[in-house]
């Protein structure tokens, strides 16, 4: 549930600075809107693109590369902001691959997070729905609060940049409960109890 909601959080964070960055960057209303096509169109391409990936890997395969994928594109997207003078084709290369990567990443991490609660899957769609709007109102949140003390651009990318870090804790979080993380350090406790 913290990666779906953390990637969410990441492009909240874009929705809410981007207005205020590309009216800095001298464009108009009409380019800031059109602006948002691209990364529709990439979004949908991750979601499609998993689907199609989903006939051929299982979802626990692809969801580490997606998710370095993810992570690798919104520090690119942080990086852009320090080019000085840079333009919106290189914002928006590495945004529109982070979109990919999310469009991507939601399939797997809903379909993870609803199957440990068959007979409660509309309790753990509300909470997971629960958790992505509370993160991503934080995240919009504290980039309009920054905004006016920092830039526009590295305001917006460092809340970002702060979303790879949930999404690496919610990805460790899963992998230890596959693993049991809990029994491995019981398991510990009880052999140095023993000697």
Not at 94 to 119: D, E, K, S, T, W
Request: some cysteine; glycine content about 8%.
């Amino acid at each position: 549930m913290l990666i779906y909601a953390a990637c969410s959080a990441s492009f909240f964070a874009w929705l809410t600075g981007s207005p205020f960055i590309l009216s800095e960057m001298g464009y108009s209303p009409a380019v800031i809107g059109l602006s948002y096509v691209p990364q529709t169109i990439a979004f949908l391409i991750g979601g499609y693109g998993c689907r199609a990936a989903l006939q051929k890997w299982q979802g626990k395969q692809l969801l580490p590369w997606l998710l370095m994928l993810f992570a690798v594109s919104v520090i690119a997207t942080w990086a852009a902001g320090f080019i000085s003078y840079v333009s919106l084709v290189e914002i928006l290369i590495p945004f529109c691959v982070m979109a990919i990567a999310n469009g991507a990443i939601y399939p797997i991490v809903v379909a993870q997070a609803l199957r440990p609660f068959p007979h409660a899957t509309g309790r753990a769609a509300a909470l997971q729905n629960t958790l992505q709007l509370g993160l991503c109102f934080l995240a919009s949140l504290v980039v309009s609060w920054l905004i006016s003390i920092s830039t526009p651009l590295l305001t917006t990318t460092s809340v970002m940049l702060s979303t790879v870090v949930l999404v690496a804790l919610g990805y460790m979080m899963q992998r230890c409960e596959k693993v049991g993380c809990q029994n491995h350090g019981n398991a510990e406790v009880a052999h140095s109890e023993s000697h």
